[in-house]
């Protein structure tokens, strides 16, 4: 069976009222062969990486080898600096960042850290790293999904036209490229 993990976006009741509808969407399209993960992160509503980084680690943790790791929205760059900062144990088979807003130089200002603008040298090796983003993110400008191609060269950015932040609740897409990383058709 294949893993996903799926690290949710910072706000109120965002586990429970968005990002829900976005793994429900994402399960639809896998099918029963899959097994996502959807941890609740702690302080959903006053997110920090002091806080989310310890919770993401051990979901990872957790994970085979092979296990495509998902996140969307500030959940995004709380996912990228735990991986910088503390290498999985299992190989990843993908990072897929939906409506990940850029925490750094031409972004977003980091008040607990940035992302370091050779972020792709410092990615594990040989993971392939996919970026998704509406063009009518409202959010999050669609500018961000070109500062992460910038700083991770070997991402495959995949803009998506019409979408909003929540891509219209439709994963169809990202489950498109988990299935050719290797997770079982629905």
């Known amino acids: 069976m294949s893993e996903i993990l799926f690290i949710q976006g910072g706000g109120k009741d965002v586990h429970d009222a968005w990002d829900d509808q976005l793994v429900a969407s994402l399960k639809r399209e896998l099918g029963d062969g899959v097994d996502v993960r959807y941890p609740r992160m702690p302080d959903e509503d006053d997110p920090s990486f002091a806080k989310w980084a310890p919770a993401i680690r051990r979901a990872i943790a957790e994970l085979g080898a092979g296990a495509v790791v998902v996140a969307h929205s500030l959940g995004a760059p709380m996912l990228i600096q735990a991986l910088i900062g503390h ?15 850029f925490v750094g130089d031409g972004g977003w200002p980091g008040d607990e850290f940035e992302l370091p603008t050779d972020l792709g040298a410092r990615l594990p090796a040989g993971v ?4 998704f983003h509406g063009s009518d993110d409202d959010t999050v400008p669609p500018a961000h ?15 998506l036209a019409g ?4 891509l219209a609740n439709d994963l169809h897409e990202v489950a498109e490229v988990i299935r050719e990383v290797g997770a079982p058709p629905p």
Request: no cysteine; charged share 25%; aromatic share 2%.
């Open 87 to 101: 290498r999985p144990d299992a190989e990843l088979g993908a990072i897929v960042l939906v409506s990940a807003p």
């Open 145 to 159: 999904a070109d500062l992460y191609a910038k700083a991770i060269p070997q991402a495959e950015v995949h803009r």
């Open 163 to 166: 979408r909003d932040h929540q």
């Open 128 to 131: 392939p790293v996919h970026i």
